[in-house]
Structures are given as structure tokens and as C-alpha cells.
């Protein structure tokens, strides 16, 4: 359990850094995968570890709490004065009217997102002129090698348990760059 506690440290720390940075939603996306393997982890039946107690969710609820401890501990000067400070801050979104930093923005503004033919920039970096989505999308280019050398990956290693869980992340994650945020 000491050992458990020692990274559940490190990642709180390497996730209160990421809160320091001062995007917040780069921090909270990092801690649903955080939340996500702990859950993983603790509730899988061939990764799950026993604990002293006997219950098999005291070990990973211990994680989370350690993690979400620490990371709010090392951002709380990001945090707290961003949580003071965003009553009084406008944020402007083009021909939209400001917005005080405490309000929602609109369902209509946001037109982020991976476009379906963007999908090709995976592997043609120039498909559609380098046009992949709206908004603030960066056009990538993953390449054939090393596309290939992930699938060719979790085929050979599909009944290891973690990589069941980072393709499916992968997965999820890709398919949420497709939707629009709103």
C-alpha cells in the first residue's frame, strides 16, 4: 500500500503541474484517464490486488484520493486565484458579445471538432488541403509506420489487460475528437 501511495503521489504531482500549466481542461481530461485506469485497476478481475481489509475497492478509492489530494494541493495557486479571478475576467468568441468568465458560453460558438475526411491526415498529411476539422484543430500526420506498428501491437498483446484498456482509450479518445464541443 505504501508503494500505491508513493505514485498515486507522483501522478497527483504530475497532474497538479499540468493544472499550474493553466489549461484546465487539459488537466481535467488527464484526470478522467487518471479516474478511468484507476477504476480499471481496481475493478478488473485479473488486475485486481487484495488489501489487508478484504474489499476490493478500498485500494483504489485510497488511489483517487491520494491523487486528487496532491493535484489540488500543487495547482491550488492556479486554482484558487483562477476560481477568484473568473467572475471579473471577459471572454470575447469573435462577433459574439464578451462573456464574464463565470458564464456558459453558447451551444452555437464552439466548432471544434475532427472533421470524418480529416481522418486521412493520419496517414496523408496534405489530404483536403490540410483542412481536418473547425475551430482550433491541429492538422497531424501519424504516418503508415507507425499506425501500422500499433495495430500490429495490440494484436500480438490483446490478452494483456492494459492493453485492452489503452486501445480502448485510444478509441474513445479518437471518437471524441470527431464530435463537436457544445
Known amino acids: ?17 499540468a493544472i ?21 485497476a481496481g475493478w478488473h478481475p485479473g488486475l485486481r490486488l487484495r488489501t489487508q481489509l478484504g474489499k476490493a475497492w478500498v485500494r483504489p478509492v485510497v488511489v483517487l484520493v491520494v491523487v486528487a ?5 500543487a495547482g491550488a495557486v492556479q486554482l484558487l486565484i483562477s476560481a477568484e479571478y473568473s467572475p471579473h475576467a471577459f ?5 459574439v458579445p464578451p462573456l464574464r468568465g463565470n458564464e456558459r458560453v453558447p451551444s452555437t460558438y464552439p466548432d471544434h471538432g475532427l472533421w470524418p475526411s480529416g481522418l486521412w491526415a ?7 488541403d490540410g483542412k481536418v476539422g473547425g475551430g482550433e484543430v491541429l492538422g497531424f500526420y501519424l ?10 501491437g495490440i494484436w500480438k498483446r ?16 479518437f471518437l471524441y475528437s470527431l464530435a463537436a464541443c457544445g
Do not use: C, K, N
Not at 504516418?143 to 500490429?152: E, N, S, T
Open 1 to 17: 500500500m505504501r508503494r500505491a501511495a508513493l505514485y498515486a503521489s507522483v501522478a497527483g504531482l504530475s497532474l497538479g503541474m
Open 20 to 40: 499550474l500549466a493553466g489549461r484546465l481542461h487539459m488537466a481535467m481530461m488527464q484526470a478522467v484517464v487518471v479516474f478511468s485506469a484507476v477504476a480499471f
Open 69 to 73: 489530494g496532491v493535484a489540488f494541493s
Open 91 to 95: 471572454r470575447f468568441f469573435g462577433d
Open 122 to 128: 493520419i496517414l496523408f498529411p496534405y489530404a483536403y
Open 143 to 152: 504516418g503508415v509506420f507507425p499506425l501500422l506498428a500499433a495495430i500490429i
Open 158 to 173: 490483446w490478452e494483456t489487460p492494459w492493453v485492452r484498456y489503452l486501445a480502448g482509450l485510444a478509441v474513445v479518445a
